[in-house]
Structures are given as C-alpha cells and as structure tokens.
C-alpha cells in the first residue's frame, strides 16, 4: 500500500488506528474519553503540524467513540464521520450517560479517576449511509452497513488500495489465533454482513483494537471469525 497505518492507541483495549497517504489522515475509532487526549498526543507526534482531516468512526460504543470531543480539542478542523443512526445515539443523553459511566469504571480499573467529561460534545458533522461514497483527498471510502454488533455499525473500504477498515460485527481478533465473537444484534445480520464485505477484493484489512491484517491472513481472519460466530449461535 502507498498509504501509512499507525497504531495511535493508549492501551491495548483501545480502538485507534491513523491512516495517512501524506495528503490527507483520517482516525479510524478514536478509543475511550479518558485515553482521548493521549491518543490525540500520539498523532500530534506522526502528524507534527499536519491537520487530523477525518475521523471515521465504525460505531457508536464508549470504547471507540467517547474519545472523539477530547480529540478534537487538539484537532478542531476534524471531520467526524458516523452512521445515520450513531448520530441519533450520540445526540441522547440518556446514552452518552450509560457510555461515560462506563467509561469511568474502566479508567478507574487503568488508574484513573479524574478527567473532564465532554461527552456532550460527541456529534458527527457527516452523517453517512450504506453506500455512500467518501472523499478523503485522494482517497475514496464505500461506506458499507454491518448491522450485526450493533445495529449502527458501518465499515469503509477502499478500494484503490484493497482495504477494509472494519467494524466489530465482522469478530475481534487479540492475536494469537484468539477470535472473539461480537454479535449483539443478531446471527442473520451479522452473517449478511459477512457476505457483503467477503464481496470485495479485499487484501488489507484493519481490525479493531488489533491493527492491520494482509494477504492470507485477511481470509484466515474472515474464516475463523465467521466460524466463532456460526459456534455461538449453535450454542443458543
């Protein structure tokens, strides 16, 4: 790939990878509020004065979403993109509450226990669909609907460089050959999803909260994942 992919996470558990042609940098999930300007720190560090121009975000869950408004203190020109109904989600109070109590009892697990709480200021400034196209400078994202994790999960493909950038419905990968099943939803969306992304020419995934996979390992991931998720639907 002509482009760069950057681990930008504060820990492990995060969701953040930065994507950068050079021209333009996109942040895919931007990880917990209490992480959040740590994150933005680890950018500042790969971008140096270069602008965040996008953050792309697959869902609307505290652990890949709350960072977004801590981000965006260091990078207030950043498009942020999210599905039609995260956008609904977001503008709740009700559920930006149950994700900053969440938030807080995991910080206070990592060590932390004071931070500002500016989950008020999650939004979304495009608000996009299944198939909808993205332009990110010279790059062009599919946005792609995977109800199946939650029901306002999407992914981005782009198709010049033949990569994924996953959402949590299509399984977590922790290394290891540990694959982890993410379906909330339902199996039958979750398996839709499956067959719309195993359509496209795929040869560069991005999983969450694990990084890039490529070549054989992309299929292996798409195997396996579906295979964990066909096992726990048996299960019940």
């Known amino acids: 790939m002509d482009l760069k992919i ?3 996470r504060a820990l492990s558990a995060d969701a953040a990878f930065l994507i950068d042609d050079g021209k333009t940098s996109i942040l895919y999930d ?3 509020a209490f992480t959040g300007d740590k994150i933005a720190q680890n950018i500042k560090n790969i971008l140096k004065d ?11 869950h505290y652990d890949h979403a709350l960072g977004t408004p801590y981000v965006l203190k260091h990078y207030p020109t950043s498009k942020v993109v999210a599905s039609e109904y995260a956008e609904k989600i977001f503008k709740k109070p009700s559920a930006r509450a149950t994700m900053t109590e969440l938030d807080r009892k995991f910080a206070k697990t990592c ?4 931070y500002e709480d500016l989950s008020e200021r999650l939004h979304a400034d495009v608000v996009v669909r299944d198939g909808d196209i993205i332009n990110a400078g010279d790059m062009e994202f599919l946005v792609i609907e995977l109800v199946g994790h939650t029901k306002c999960s999407i992914g981005f493909y ?4 033949k990569l994924f950038l996953s959402s949590e419905t299509l399984g977590v990968y922790l290394g290891a050959n540990l694959y982890f099943p993410s379906c909330l939803v339902g199996y039958e969306s979750t398996l839709n999803s499956f067959k719309k992304v195993e359509s496209l020419d795929i040869e560069h995934i991005l999983v969450p909260h694990f990084g890039l996979l490529s070549g054989k390992e992309v299929q292996r991931f798409f195997k396996n994942s579906k295979s964990i998720n066909s096992k726990c639907n048996r299960a019940y």
């Open 30 to 32: 931007t990880g917990f």
């Open 111 to 114: 060590g932390v226990s004071e």
């Open 50 to 60: 270069r602008p965040l121009d996008f953050i792309f975000l697959t869902h609307s």
């Open 158 to 161: 782009l198709k010049k460089e």
């Open 6 to 8: 950057y681990d930008v």
